[in-house]
């Protein structure tokens, strides 16, 4: 069982800076592809990042390619998500999720196994 606690969130001014952090307990993080993903009101929650269990690859949604950086401390147990250049369209719930998949699979929500609570990131304009 792993436990996912994410935080970092808060509101921010367009074009600033947060750094997300999601901190794992009760099994080791190296052996998961790590992903966040973001819900904000009224939509379904969709992919923003996605880091492999060697941090050898990374993926990103278009949407945020550029801007946004995933990286992990398995040493740590912890992966982070540095978001630069924010935009009020980035305004939603952010959570990140453990699983055991690779390729283009990390894109997808169902291959999640366990998932945080989530931080709320708000951007105002």
């Known amino acids: 069982q792993v436990q996912l606690v994410e935080s970092g969130g808060g509101l921010v001014q367009a074009g600033g800076s947060l750094r997300l952090s999601c901190a794992a307990s009760g099994r080791t993080l190296s052996s998961y592809h790590m992903g966040w993903f973001r819900q904000a009101p009224g939509k379904e929650r969709e992919f923003v990042a996605a880091i492999s269990w060697s941090s050898s690859t990374t993926y990103y949604a278009d949407s945020v390619k550029g801007r946004f950086t995933i990286s992990r401390d398995n040493a740590k147990n912890t992966v982070y998500l540095q978001m630069n250049s924010l935009k009020p369209e980035d305004t939603a719930g952010y959570y990140c999720?453990?699983?055991?998949?690779?390729?283009?699979?990390?894109?997808?929500?169902?291959?999640?196994?366990?998932w945080g609570q989530g931080t709320q990131v708000t951007v105002s304009s």
């Open positions: 999720g453990a699983g055991r998949v690779s390729g283009s699979y990390v894109r997808r929500i169902d291959a999640y196994g366990y």
